[in-house]
């Protein structure tokens, strides 16, 4: 929850904030580029949105 709290103080993108926390040639930046190229971020939002469609189905 604290890069949700950080996002939510200040007008920053969350790409210019995972630009900022990912040293060049460092571990979060190798992170990054695997989730780029695999499509994590696509995954995630999908898995997201099916969650929420259920849970709307489930509370009908």
Known sequence: M???HLQNQNN??????MRR???????TEAA?????????DSN????AFN???RSQ???R
């Open 21 to 27: 926390v990912a040293s060049k040639g460092g571990t």
């Open 32 to 40: 990054f580029r695997v989730f780029n190229e695999t499509s994590v």
């Open 2 to 4: 604290g890069s949700v």
């Open 12 to 17: 920053l993108s969350c790409e210019e904030l």
């Open 57 to 59: 189905e489930l509370g």
């Open 51 to 53: 969650a929420f469609r």
């Open 44 to 47: 995630i939002k999908e898995g």
